[in-house]
Nanobody, 120 residues
Framework: VQLVESGGGLVQTGGSLRLSCAASGSNFRIGSMGWYRQAPGQQREVVAVSSGGGATYYADSVKGRFAISRDYAENTVHLQMNNLKPEDTAVYYC???????????????WGQGTQVTVSS
């Protein structure tokens, strides 16, 4: 499974950005899709996840500001980020859980990352 992200950039505090991620490949089935981020010197952390069944999870730090959405037919996931803060500055990575019959879900599918920078 290949994941390609788009939509990062530089924005001022209070601004908005929309990230997109498209999954491609052959003969694959995606369960969950989500977004993680990694700031310099920090560990990668979960931002938002959309399960295969439609449930969503958000990190406390982004609740009420970010919204994750899926297009199941197109195998795409989006992250609408509003009211951005300088502490949201990070490289954002798309992640997908590949469902393989008879085997555990493979969560080791990552995009190349897209930089989000929020200036104060």
């Amino acid at each position: 499974v290949q994941l390609v992200e788009s939509g990062g950039g530089l924005v001022q505090t209070g601004g908005s950005l929309r990230l997109s991620c498209a999954a491609s490949g052959s003969n694959f089935r995606i369960g969950s899709m989500g977004w993680y981020r990694q700031a310099p010197g920090q560990q990668r952390e979960v931002v938002a996840v959309s399960s295969g069944g439609g449930a969503t999870y958000y990190a406390d730090s982004v609740k009420g500001r970010f919204a994750i959405s899926r297009d199941y037919a197109e195998n795409t996931v989006h992250l609408q980020m509003n009211n951005l803060k300088p502490e949201d500055t990070a490289v954002y990575y798309c992640n997908a859980g590949e469902v393989i019959t008879g085997r555990p879900v493979n969560y080791d599918n990552w995009g190349q990352g897209t930089q989000v920078t929020v200036s104060s």
